[in-house]
């Protein structure tokens, strides 16, 4: 079964650093894009930033750049999102998302989500 | 960056009608780039249609997505109880791969 399986619920101070996780399993984890996708609390959906794993190609949605890093372990399958000096407001569920790829290039639909990490920023 | 607006933001109706959910976009794609997903709460996003009007796996035929340019519409014909959740619509033409605010199908 292919599948996204996320890390737990977090619970941070702000200016704290967090990185999360989201391991893949029934599939060639390389050979498709790993996004991540922001949501707050009774809002839409954020497109935050993606990485192909197999050459590292990554794209970041410019409102998120330089708040968050998105990095990948091939050996163990598994993609992360660092988020750095925390805020209240990015108090949100956190989703990975997978996505094939488009003549090796691009970044098809998201096809498979993982359960969503929720993320509480309070002092 | 493309802005997608989804309209109507909350659509009322009731089992067995037909919902009529629209995404434009602020510039013209090719339909190759344009998806659309189901959230209901509690849960994940789930993909309904990509490439305009290709239904996921397992997704039934009730579904249906077309458009083209900066139009693009979903119709779910003969609504189940299940149907009504929030859908959102997202480009993926370029980067940064946007999302629609979403529109919300409640039970009338």
């Known amino acids: 079964e292919v599948q996204l399986v996320q890390s737990g619920a977090e619970v941070k101070k702000p200016g704290e650093s967090l990185k999360i996780s989201c391991k893949a399993s029934g599939y060639s984890f390389s050979s498709y894009w790993i996004g991540w996708v922001r949501q707050k609390p009774g809002k839409g959906l954020e497109w935050m930033a993606i990485?192909?794993?197999?050459?590292?190609?990554?794209k970041y949605n410019p409102s998120f750049q330089g708040q968050v890093t998105i990095s990948v372990d091939k050996s163990i399958s598994t993609a992360y999102l660092q988020l750095s000096s925390l805020q209240a407001s990015d108090t949100a569920i956190y989703y990975c998302a997978r996505a094939d790829t488009v003549q090796l290039l691009y970044p098809d639909a998201f096809d498979i989500w993982g359960q969503g990490t929720m993320v509480t920023v309070s002092s | 960056e493309i802005v997608l607006t989804q309209s109507p933001g909350t659509l009322s109706l009731s089992p067995g009608e037909r919902a009529t959910l629209s995404c434009r976009a602020s510039?013209?794609?090719?339909?190759?780039?344009l998806a659309w997903y189901q959230q209901k709460p509690g849960q994940a996003p789930r993909l309904l249609i990509y490439?305009?009007?290709r239904r996921a796996s397992g997704i039934p035929d009730r579904f249906s997505g077309s458009g083209s340019g900066t139009d693009f519409t979903l119709n779910i014909i003969r609504l189940e109880p299940e149907d009504f959740a929030v859908y959102y619509c997202?480009?993926?033409?370029?980067?940064?791969?946007?999302f629609g605010q979403g529109t919300r199908l409640e039970i009338k």
């Open positions: 510039q013209s794609f090719s339909t190759s780039y």
């Open positions: 997202q480009h993926y033409y370029k980067s940064p791969y946007t």
């Open positions: 490439a305009t009007s």
């Open positions: 990485m192909f794993p197999r050459d590292s190609d990554t």
